[in-house]
Structures are given as C-alpha cells and as structure tokens.
C-alpha cells in the first residue's frame, strides 16, 4: 500500500469518526471513548492519585443529611455520636461534614492507614459488589497494623453483617480517602447500570 493510498484511508477514517453524522459513527465515538476513559485516563488518574479506584459513584443514601443543615442534621442524630466520644465541635471540623448523595462523584486519594484519621471518609471493599463509603468514627491499632470502624451518617449503627463488617476494616479492604465531591454526575454511571440491569445484561 502506497504512502498516498495509506493517506487517504486516514482522511477516510478521520472524517468518519469525527465529521460524519451517521448513527455508526456515533456509535463508534461511544466506544473511543469509553476505550480511553477505561484504559488510559482511568488508569492514569489512579496513577497519579494513588489508587485503583480513583473517582466511584456514590450509589446509596446511607451518607445523605436530607438537605438539613449542619445544626439541624446534629440536633437530629447527636446521639449515637456524643455516645461513641464524638462532640459537634469535633464533628463539625470533619471534611464533608454535611455528608453526600446518592449520584455524586467522588474523587479518591491513596492514603497510608497510619494517615486516615476519625472524621475521614474512605472507601472500602465488602463482599459486595459496590465498595462502601462511609466515615471513620474510631481508629486503633493492634498488633502493629491499624484497623478502622465506619458508619454512614445517616445510618442509625455501623453495618455488621454476612456482606458488610465495618466494624474493624483493615488496611487491606482500604481503597482510598474521598477528597473532593462532584454533586449528581454519578447518575449518569446509576442510570446505566440500571438500563443493563432491566435488559439483563447485570444482575
């Protein structure tokens, strides 16, 4: 194949990909792009971040403060917390004191556990499918390694059952820390998931 012919072929393959308006070339663009968000912006964003799940979907209500403020959200659900050693001076110096909902993105960072602290919000592997992501409310160590309990802020305890223990998660469950909040551009990762769970492609 001459270098002329090899020219035209690209000019072909460009305009197709990038001019044509037909529904294949639209088609195609989904795939591009789901091929270099999945295999080289993905990747490289847990390359620099320090994880392998550098940005999740929150996909659960269990961190939500129902559109309360801070002061109304605590004189609500003081309790459990004043009874596990947290005060709301302490509560309100956290990060994302006023939680997050269900359809926001979260941008993780790598952190070491000797670095988390109670007040943080990790991400963490259970047996099931989603990762979980909750607050610390108490960190310890033993044996040389440090273990953390969890709780989502608008759950009444820390889950512990035969899918989710957060009631002491070791470094090896740790996926990241939550350092920044993008609000509902998750719901485009929960509607897809829910469209291939209605055409069965997921269960």
Do not use: C
Not at 46 to 56: A, E
Not at 98 to 116: A, Q, R, T, W
Not at 167 to 179: E, H, N, Q, R, W
Request: avoid cysteine; hydrophobic fraction near 40%.
């Amino acid at each position: 194949m001459n270098k002329n012919k090899i020219k035209s072929t690209w000019k072909k393959v460009w305009w197709f990909v990038w001019e044509d308006d037909s529904i294949w070339s639209w088609l195609v663009n989904i795939v591009l792009a789901f091929v270099l968000i999945k295999f080289m912006v993905y990747p490289g964003l847990g390359f620099v971040l320090g994880t392998n799940y550098p940005i999740v979907a929150v996909v659960s209500n269990s961190m939500e403060h129902k559109g309360m403020g801070f002061d109304e959200w605590w004189s609500n659900n003081n309790k459990w917390y004043v009874e596990n050693g947290i005060s709301e001076e302490k509560f309100s110096s956290f990060h994302l004191k006023n939680g997050f909902y269900k359809g926001d993105i979260m941008v993780l960072f790598g952190k070491k556990p000797e670095s988390l602290d109670v007040g943080d919000v990790i991400v963490f592997k259970s047996n099931k499918p989603d990762p979980i992501i909750h607050r610390i409310v108490n960190k310890w160590e033993e044996d040389g390694e440090y273990y953390f309990k969890t709780k989502g802020d608008n759950n009444q305890d820390s889950i512990k059952n035969s899918l989710v223990d957060e009631t002491k998660i070791s470094k090896d469950m740790l996926v990241g820390k939550a350092v920044l909040k993008v609000p509902l551009l998750g719901y485009i990762k929960i509607i897809f998931v829910e469209v291939l769970k209605l055409t069965g492609i997921v269960k």
